[in-house]
């Protein structure tokens, strides 16, 4: 699995808890402090550190280096991700039958109110329509928290 957005590793560790015991989660984050923080969250939770791979960096340019259709899920967290930067990357990312999850996808449900235009909003509509359109994915909706857009890759 890869998480996008790895922030103090509060996502992660509910990734790791439904993985198989032996599954690796990668995170990537450009905050230092934040995957630092995530490092000791996973060890608190009891995860061995082969159970992680932390990668420092901008998504943008750790995405492309991690293996083609090799992940079953790549999650897409944060407030700060750009999820529009990380959609085709995360297809690539994705073997067949594999989950890639947006959260954050109602914008606090700005998404909903055509009345709102600002530019973070706008990204989630073009998202929105871009995994919708996309004849690659079958997508949903999950109308919980602040919205999770899922998609699952076509074989």
Known sequence: MVDVGTGAG???IYLLRGMRPDGVLTTVDEDTQGSQAARRAFADA?????????IGGASGSVLP?????GYDMVFCG????????????????????????????????????????????SALRYLH???????????ALLPTGDGLLCAVKRP
């Open 129 to 139: 329509r871009q995994v919708v359109e996309d004849t690659r994915l079958l997508p």
């Open 10 to 12: 509060v996502s992660g």
């Open 46 to 54: 009891g995860f061995a550190a082969s159970r992680t791979r932390v």
């Open 78 to 121: 944060g407030p700060g991700t750009d999820h529009l930067a990380g959609y085709e990357e995360a297809l690539r990312l994705l073997r067949p039958g594999g989950l890639v999850a947006f959260d954050g996808a109602l914008g606090q449900d700005r998404v909903v109110d055509p009345s709102i235009r600002d530019a973070r909003t």
């Open 65 to 69: 280096r991690l293996a083609d259709g």
